[in-house]
């Protein structure tokens, strides 16, 4: 231990391993390792954000108030329930910071998104992951994992790696069983793929112990603008908007954010892209005996015969320069998870991993 004491559970935390960017002696490198979009974000967008060039100098809008009411109107939700924050990450760190400390224990799913972890333990708290069944989420275990110290159980719809999705009615089942003291946090960061999903917002408005997350990093296109939301009863953003810190969000990440939700037409367009490539791109894998998970997502989860066989492919993809992502450290050790690219990327992954199928190492 160094001079400075940390708070305990600090040092549990494993430093986020990211996906790779970049490859050594690689220019046109292939990224599908981090679910982002590959149209990136609309031209009405981009026009967004260099008008937003003319107010660098003066602080931003602490209330969000501009990009709530964007979102509630398209949506048809209510703004006075609406957080924004640094990606959703920042909004599922509200959360365990207002909600979650020493004795308290967060719950998540055994392939659940990496930062409930790491969420729970900066909180002080206890982070407790359930087993799935089959890289489904088994709500049963989920309920019976609860105790009187469960203060958050964070459930990723559809999931992240595992590309699946529950029912809604699974979720509502999820809800109802809670303990009392307990919140349900739907995390919907892929909830645009699915055709006619709402994320659970309806669930948000039915009950008082929901609260929904969503980001503009996936098919908005603006991972690297670091824009999140999350709905959630009044109760709950009162609370939330107490640990916010006012400026969270930059003049340009706001603009872009409201250009980007108002696009719907855009939306619509990245969401029919994705399903058409998706459904190639896991028809093609499954033809070189690499079979996937039905995805719900933007991406596909990709089964080898065993974590030598995912590795070896993992590293001849990088030979040919294109990134994909291991997820052994989400208890997926003989699986790849690949990001539903543009269709050049989706043909020549799939022909690569075809190659390697067949002999080429
Ligand atoms: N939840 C899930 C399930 C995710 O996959 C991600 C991004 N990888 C996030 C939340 C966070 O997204 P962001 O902070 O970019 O909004």
Redesign the pocket.
Known sequence: MGRFVPQPGIMDIALYVGGKAKLDGVTNVIKLS??ENPFGPSDAVKEAVARSAHDLHRYPSTDHADLRRAIAETHGLDADRIICGV????V?QFLAQAYAGPGDEVIYTEHG?S?YRIIALAAGATPVSVPERGRVVDIDAILSACTERTKLVYL?NPG?PTSTMIGLSEVERLAEGLPKQAILVL?G??AEYVDGYDGGAKLVEMRDNVVM?R???KIYGL?GM?V?WGYAPREVIDVLNRVRQPFNLSNTALAAAEAAVRDTAYLEYCRKENARLRHWLAEALGEHGVPCDTSMTNFVLARFADRAEAEACDDFLQKQGILVRRVAGYGLPNFLRITVGDEASCRRVAHCIGLFKAGER
């Open positions: 981090s679910n990606g959703s990450d920042e599922l998104f930062m990723t992240n995390d960061a892929y997350t980001t503009f990093s991972g670091r999140g």
